[in-house]
């Protein structure tokens, strides 16, 4: 986005470890707080005006191995992925749709394990429950002329995948037509995509990037 002209405000829970790049900025914000959204809303009021776009993009797997089992999953790790997972684009949404005009676009990162039975229990139910987030939010903010849409990654490698076990992997890559994983790469230029004018007229639907599973 940064590249294609935009000024990007990333934010996290944890600080950077690289130096960004032109046309990022960072600030410090735990999406599940509501009085950090609302601080970094009127922050970026104040800054800038208003807000073109919102990626909600964070999110956490939880517990893996049998403890990610529905018959085995915590209260505390139930909350825990709902609250990042779902919660924390609820009050993205919420918060900084109120500085978006007519042609701002939401995009909501969920995985194709909003779109089936998808091991585990926790991690596959806050990612429906951001599909449904976003069609009802996708009808609500229409008419303002906000557009919000929904991708779903296959599997990606990312930092947060380190600790995968090869045999989970695996399982994936059986599932793949395409016989790779993703990375970031195969995902960002349709989130450019989403934000720009050139979707203008896409609203309120789910986009798998999953190498064809």
């Not at 394990?113 to 998808?118: L, N, Q, S, V």
Request: glycine share 12%; charged share 15%; hydrophobic share 45%.
């Amino acid at each position: 986005l940064a590249n294609a002209g935009a000024t990007v405000v990333a934010v996290d829970v944890l600080e950077p470890v690289e130096k960004l790049p032109p046309g990022v900025v960072f600030k410090k914000l735990d999406v599940t707080s509501r009085e950090e959204w609302v601080a970094l809303g009127d922050a970026l009021k104040a800054e800038y005006g208003s807000v073109f776009g919102l990626v909600n993009n964070a999110g956490i797997v939880g517990s893996r191995g049998a403890a990610g089992r529905l018959e085995n999953v915590t209260l505390e790790d139930w909350n825990k992925l709902l609250a990042v997972n779902t919660t924390g684009c609820f009050l993205g949404i919420q918060t900084l749709s109120k500085l978006m005009t007519d042609g701002g676009s939401i995009v909501n990162i969920s995985s194709i394990a909003g779109a089936g039975a998808h091991f585990g229990a926790a991690y596959g139910v806050s990612k429906w429950a951001l599909r449904g987030l976003s069609r009802i939010a996708s009808m609500e903010l229409g008419p303002r002329g906000i557009r919000v849409n929904c991708i779903l990654p296959g599997y990606i490698h990312t930092p947060m995948q380190n600790q995968t076990p090869q045999h989970f992997i695996d399982a994936h890559l059986s599932l793949i037509p395409l016989g790779r994983t993703g990375t970031p790469a195969d995902v960002a230029p349709l989130v450019t995509f989403l934000m720009s004018e050139e979707s203008s007229w896409i609203a309120g639907v789910d986009i798998p990037v999953d190498g064809g599973a």
